[in-house]
């Protein structure tokens, strides 16, 4: 029998308070991440990604509104642990790589006890054990010199470093599921091409699961067995790899697809179909998708399409799946 998921996240919604107006965020988004899983999450600036990640770890900030059905990661209910309960959760279990390095880099604290209080928070190592395994760390992510780094502040570490100090504090204790959001975006290939080796290793050696945000396709699609989309705060398709890039069900899919043909693996927010994403002040009724899209018909303008299965680990939320994938071209 197939192991049950490790994350289960069902009908997300988040919706910010800004001045009068609402902001619907996230409407409705559903996931599961399986043991040893690396789940990708694409999609254009602004569509929900990290709000949804923030959501679920309870990390956003603001007048803020978030429900869920169902938010269960191992044999926990997120929504119903304590700040401190979570807190626990977060660091040990599952680690995470925020987007911006210095919101979460403590700026008055030397690099090295940033990463040994991960460990020592969570009783992972005793002190003379977590100093070894930082400079272990250190060398893992590509910090060279760790011993003489180890005392140093972040603001004295280039954008990259930093990046690899933070998956280095993530990574600390061993997780069982890592959320990175942009973890390579600011390293060069070489850098990156160390990085994910680390968190391949990571994934044979411990089984853990990845959910990583990205806009770099290249590593998405080598580094992830399956790709979520993420349009206008809603999952507009999830598929294995072979699935995304073989069978796009989804017109948007399909645009991103011709985007990464055209300007190759690592084109960075790009927007890659005309036309621009919906402002999100209203809760989507129909498709949000519609205007942009080529395939369009009156019942998209009047009916929000759900995520319904194509086929096996194969969903779409499209009312018009089935023509997209008989239209060559
Ligand atoms: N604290 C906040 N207050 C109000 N609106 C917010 C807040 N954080 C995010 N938003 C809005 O929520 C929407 C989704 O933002 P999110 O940061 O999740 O996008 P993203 O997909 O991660 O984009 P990017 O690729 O640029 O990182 C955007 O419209 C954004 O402006
Ligand atoms: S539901 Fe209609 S508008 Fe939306 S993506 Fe599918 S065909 Fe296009
Ligand atoms: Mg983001």
């Known amino acids: ?3 049950p998921p490790l994350l289960t996240i ?3 919604h988040t919706y910010f308070r800004r001045g009068t107006e609402t902001i619907y965020a996230v409407n409705g988004v559903s996931f599961t991440v399986l043991p040893g899983e690396a789940v990708g999450v694409v999609g254009e600036s ?10 679920l770890l309870g990390l956003v900030r603001g007048r803020v509104t978030v429900r869920v059905a169902q938010a269960q990661f191992k044999s926990w209910d997120l929504t119903r642990l304590s700040r401190r309960q979570l807190e626990d959760v977060r660091g040990r279990d599952i680690g995470v790589v925020f ?4 919101t979460s880099l403590n700026p008055v604290m030397r690099v090295g006890d940033q990463v040994m209080e991960a460990m020592l928070a969570h009783q992972y190592a005793p002190p003379q054990a977590a100093f070894r395994r930082t400079l272990d760390l250190f060398r893992e992510v590509g ?4 011993a003489a780094r180890f005392r140093a502040y972040p603001h004295e570490f280039s954008g990259g470093m930093r990046q690899r100090i933070m998956l280095a504090v993530a990574i600390a204790c061993e997780p069982e599921l890592l959320i990175a959001d942009e973890p390579t975006t600011a390293l060069d290939v070489t850098v990156q091409m160390q990085i994910l080796s680390v968190l391949q290793a990571l994934r044979s050696r411990r089984r853990m699961s990845v959910v990583m945000i990205t806009h770099d396709f290249g590593v998405a699609t080598n580094f992830c067995d399956r790709i979520l989309v993420l349009y206008a705060g809603r999952v507009v398709e999830s598929a294995a790899v072979t699935d995304f890039l073989a069978r796009p069900a989804h017109p948007y899919t399909r645009g991103l697809k011709g985007s990464i043909l055209e300007i190759g693996s690592r084109g960075r927010s790009l927007t890659p179909i005309a036309g621009s994403p919906p402002t999100l002040t209203a809760p989507p009724t129909a498709c949000t998708f519609a205007p942009r899209c080529p395939f369009a018909v009156p019942q998209c303008a009047e009916e929000l ?6 086929s096996a680990g194969h969903q779409v939320a499209c009312h018009r799946a089935e023509e997209v994938l008989d239209h060559v071209g």
């Open 305 to 310: 399409p759900q995520l319904r299965t194509l």
């Open 46 to 55: 602004g569509s929900g990604k990290s709000v949804t990640m923030l959501s």
């Open 10 to 12: 069902d009908a997300l």
């Open 1 to 3: 029998m197939a192991d």
């Open 143 to 146: 910090i060279p010199d760790g």
């Open 99 to 102: 987007q911006d390095p210095m």
